[in-house]
């Protein structure tokens, strides 16, 4: 397609610049007036929200000329300059160049950081990025905004006005790329929206994002004090912290953050299979036969994901019944136990769930994952009284105190099982004739090597909202459920899933349409209640007015699972809700 | 300590005005003017950088009086504004309030979304942030700035000028909150430094960041299609890429992106399990007795520790010999096969290291965490000749490929096996009735259930460099560890750690003080030189100057890894590396 230095005698385009220089020349010249503009459009656009729409449909914007900076080979042979067709009439040069074996198509691509005279480019860039972040930030705390703009998967994939998917051999101007981003955020889901209520972790924390955005800017990895000095001891304090809340003595254990609340799980069976049977971790489960766990019919699917992957087995993970309210019968655990041992089977763990994911109750505590967050309230932390008994407690900040995704803390009340569990002493990272004390590389506690920075984000909001801040956003999520409870209790055409009021923020509830409300109960009515919710969410998603979850459990037909931990939520959300499922729902 | 509505005789401050809007409409008056002298510093940082440092230190910054918004119960009863004591002193009001129990003392903290009126606090304080970000990255590429300010834990703990890292049950000030930012980066390491070569992830790209800062604000989840729908997308489309990259035919099979290359080496092995037993899953390690693993007794420590975790046990993970240069001697695979089968063991796994961590060799591939991007390049893919022959790879783009941590991704030839070996069918997430194709619901294939997205950041750079623009990326990084191996490998006081051209960007050498290089071979040499790297690399951190790795292998003492990832790496930096280690070192 291209020939080796092309004597192509028709060149629309030509230039005999020095290649390195060539693409930022050119607009380095308008360079000042392009910041004035842009500080212009910035300063406007704080003041006065009336265009905040339009600019980037502009087409006059500065960066299609330039591109994110591809590295050159030393081997490059430089050539003649041309523009190719159409497709590139922006670009500023085209480089013909040949290595050993082949011709290719190469693009002055010098244009952000590392590059020379990157810096401007590379700044202009960020803000722009900046830019169109602050405004869906904006956004987001609107009401008048959409939660989310529903496609299908094949819509998407077929590419919306511009935003194609696919990626390609050759790079795309950092114009595209400011509109790919604009268009990410376009067609995804508002998590931060006041009437966002679809899973256990929404809203938006400002400064939690700001921390992220930190956390992201100095891009380094948790396994060293020597590369993470700063995040390796803020880990460390919060985790004390943690477990002082939490009522170990003295804040004593140990502990790591871990991606996500699965994993903590993980970690919990493992190191309770390496305090009790320490030979498994160098000869394997055979080293200790029949071992059995424990777990809530209603516990996280979590726990059993870890019984396949350790190595027990989901058979030996023994399902306890649980009360209409989902909090296990001890009577049951007590039975079960007997009876594992009679069959010859080894009871190794049990896990207790501290706030169910469908229903958010309590009982005996010690995965508290959803629930964790509770213990920040002086009101409420009597919900998981007995906590500080357990072995381990997982707590995932990222839940119920809104930090953003992911933040998840395993925490074990006795020191030395995590790293006996796991460390394996690798020389390359954690050499012990470093010049500081080695205590702090806390890399080889964990079953990652590279692990990132979730602690920064955490810290920085305990900072600027203190414990008391935390414990004012779990008292009103807390508030808001129980107005909703008592909304919806006595109203028509709602039904609760289960009697008396919900000990976390999740209500349950089945909405009945007129239709279906003197129906008398049999399966037919079942049949046709069990399609109301999934009818009324994609109904819900097709408007994009607001989102919850559903879903079946048990015997119990499809139920709509409304959860708070949005800091944005008001009762007047609360209301738009249960307003949306009746008009929605009305003639279903 | 305070009074329920307190009778104090003698305020420092008393206010009437209505609370909710008592801290903001202080600050409204001048707006304008803060975001005016805002927008005149950012213009002028842009093109002047003579100030870049005093900003921050200024004392009469505008969110002194500004606090990150705590929620405010329902029960708050209103009584009177006082301040309490000289810690105090710059808020606007605080408030005695009393709820069933207890007296408690609350800020008035509605500054920020989703307050009332926090659209402006808002985007003033994510500005600064980003004003603080910007001049990181800025000074991250200037090469007078150094790569660290070292300090040892007890310093940090300590507390430096200002900075503490304990938390408290009080919020701080905004104004604090982005010292504390500041300084949080100030004690760290930057690690996309030109002079960072600590680490096999290196280098900061900007629309990595650009990607990331995005992720971070669109703060959703990857296990839904309905709350990640265009990421959910851009995974499916990216990891099909990838698996054309390695070779299987069209693209074929599944993956998934996972926290680490460490998790991805553990979904390797779960994997091969469930193929060839899949009753594991179910009944446990007692469905398939005496299982055994084999990797390179260079290979990362993760298999090692995927072994414990998955209840295989350390001791059935058999190690190979290698060759000098790290390369797995296939005729001792065989024999240890053989072997194994003699005693009873069944060989169900075999990890072959694509680009060793400490010698970065090649030979049979599965695992490529760190050589993965090889592929990326025509010119050096053929190192990992026979990749498409394995059953999965593992490929970490953020080593090789430069995308900020994490990204990585586990690659299964097969289709099917990675959902079937971890899928649990979670009712409450994984609804079969949703209105869209569930088959994007792609989260029940991976043992976390929430996962982070770190897909997009990968996703960007790939449409803003292309294909080209990874090749250059690394075949960049290889010039230039081929440029460290030719000055070295005959340069006196150098000694390379194996013969021959390194296979990646790994360089393994000893230098050798004056002192040292005419000892006679033996035992006290051997001791003194394994002192040397430690000793330059803790006076390298001291100094600030330059990161570089050591650790000794074997009998091996310590040597320096030597690992090029860094786009912002040039010859100048190599040069500066080892000039930088003769003059810490000459004298030892």
Not at 223 to 247: N, W
Not at 379 to 385: A, N, V, Y
Not at 391 to 397: F, G, L, Q, R
Request: charged fraction near 25%; glycine fraction near 8%.
């Amino acid at each position: 397609m291209f020939g080796i230095g092309s004597d192509d005698s028709n060149p629309s385009f030509e230039c005999s610049a020095p290649c390195n220089n060539l693409g930022f020349l050119q607009k380095n010249n308008n360079l000042e007036e392009k910041i004035s503009s842009f500080k212009e459009r910035s300063s406007k656009d704080l003041l006065d929200n009336s265009d905040r729409d339009s600019r980037f449909r502009r087409t006059e914007t500065d960066f299609s000329n330039l591109f994110a900076r591809g590295n050159w080979p030393s081997y490059v042979h430089y050539g003649k300059y041309r523009p190719i067709n159409q497709n590139y009439k922006h670009c500023v040069g085209i480089l013909i160049i040949k290595n050993e074996n082949i011709d290719m198509l190469q693009f002055l691509t010098l244009d952000l950081l590392p590059a020379k005279n990157g810096e401007e480019p590379t700044m202009q860039f960020l803000l722009e990025v900046v830019d169109i972040l602050t405004n869906y930030v904006r956004k987001t705390f609107d009401r008048s905004t959409k939660v989310l703009d529903f496609h299908h998967p094949h819509q998407l994939l077929e590419g919306m006005e511009g935003f194609n998917l696919e990626l390609s051999d050759q790079p795309e101007s950092l114009e595209q790329i400011l509109v790919d981003c604009r268009d990410t955020l376009k067609y995804g889901v508002r998590t931060g929206h006041p009437r966002f209520f679809n899973q256990l972790s929404t809203g938006l924390d400002i400064i939690g994002l700001a921390g992220e955005w930190l956390t992201s800017t100095a891009n380094t990895n948790m396994f060293t004090y020597e590369i993470a000095p700063v995040f390796v001891l803020m880990e460390q304090l919060t985790l004390k912290k943690m477990r002082e809340i939490i009522g170990w003595p003295d804040g004593e254990g140990d502990g790591i953050f871990s991606p996500g609340g699965a994993i903590s799980n993980m970690y919990s069976v493992m190191t309770a299979r390496y305090k009790f049977f320490p030979d498994v971790k160098t000869k394997g489960m055979t080293a200790a036969h029949r071992l059995v766990l424990f777990t809530s019919e209603h516990s996280h699917y979590s726990i059993k994901k870890a019984s396949a992957a350790l190595g027990f087995g989901t058979e030996n993970l023994i399902l306890l019944s649980t009360d209409e309210r989902g909090r296990v019968i001890p009577a049951d655990l007590e039975a079960k136990v007997i009876d594992a041992k009679a069959r010859g089977c080894v009871p190794m763990f049990v896990n207790a769930t501290a706030g169910s994911t469908v229903y958010g109750k309590y009982n005996i505590h010690s995965q508290g994952a959803w629930g964790g967050g509770l213990l920040m309230s002086r009101k409420h932390r009597h919900k998981l009284s007995g906590v500080e008994r357990a072995n381990s407690v997982t707590w995932n900040p990222h839940k119920m105190m809104g930090v953003p995704l992911q933040c998840s803390a395993i925490l074990v009340r006795e020191r030395g099982v995590l790293s006996g569990c796991n460390s394996m002493c690798a020389g390359y990272l954690f050499q012990p004739d470093k010049q500081y004390d080695v205590s702090y590389d806390t890399g080889d506690k964990a079953i990652q090597c590279g692990r990132h920075v979730d602690i920064f984000k955490f810290w920085l909001m305990w900072k600027a909202k203190g414990t008391i801040g935390f414990e004012h956003h779990i008292d009103k999520c807390l508030d808001l459920s129980h107005y909703l409870y008592t909304k919806i209790r006595d109203r028509e055409g709602y039904q609760m899933v289960f009697e008396g009021e919900p000990q976390h923020t999740n209500v349950c509830f089945w909405y009945l349409p007129p239709g279906i409300r003197d129906m008398p109960d049999g399966q037919e009515r079942r049949d046709r209640l069990h399609k109301v919710a999934p009818k009324i969410k994609a109904l819900m998603m097709e408007s994009g007015t607001t989102m919850v979850g559903y879903q079946p459990q048990g015997d119990k037909v499809n139920f709509f699972r409304m959860v708070i931990s949005n800091p944005a939520a008001t009762r007047s959300d609360i209301d738009f809700l249960t307003d949306e499922i009746e008009r929605l729902g009305h003639d279903l």
